[in-house]
């Protein structure tokens, strides 16, 4: 199972990873963790990630790779930025309302760090 694209089978929401353990020597750590912004691309949009940085950008090749027209592979690739900028966004919006929230007093700094 690819972690990334984790959905709750009740909700549908995304569900947050929240143990690891080495397989090795039975080490387990449990806690909220994070998964990248690539790691949560289907894996359709992470291989078109990886064509487009293989090709050094150039959507010429990533058209040959994918059997797609040339406006077909700019589409795809202006659709996953979107999306991409639409997810980061977030981000940064999220970092300034926890920053607003510590500046008021409203958590503490600790909180404000493991919500970073």
């Known amino acids: 199972m690819d972690i990334g694209n984790a959905k709750c089978p009740d909700c549908g929401k995304s569900m947050t990873p929240v143990t690891c353990e080495c397989q090795y020597c039975d080490i387990r750590m449990e806690g909220k963790f994070t998964v990248s912004i690539l790691s949560q ?3 359709s949009d992470q291989a078109l990630v990886i064509a487009f940085l293989r090709s050094y950008g150039s959507i010429k090749k990533i058209q040959k790779l994918l ?3 040339y406006p077909t592979a700019r589409v795809r690739i202006a659709d996953l930025i979107q999306r991409l900028d639409s997810t980061m966004e977030v981000t940064e919006n ?3 309302q926890i920053l607003e929230q510590l500046e008021r007093g409203d958590i503490s ?3 404000a760090m493991e919500e970073l």
Do not use: A, C
């Open 109 to 111: 700094f600790s909180k």
């Open 41 to 43: 691309l289907s894996s």
């Open 94 to 96: 999220m970092e300034s």
């Open 67 to 69: 059997g797609v027209s």
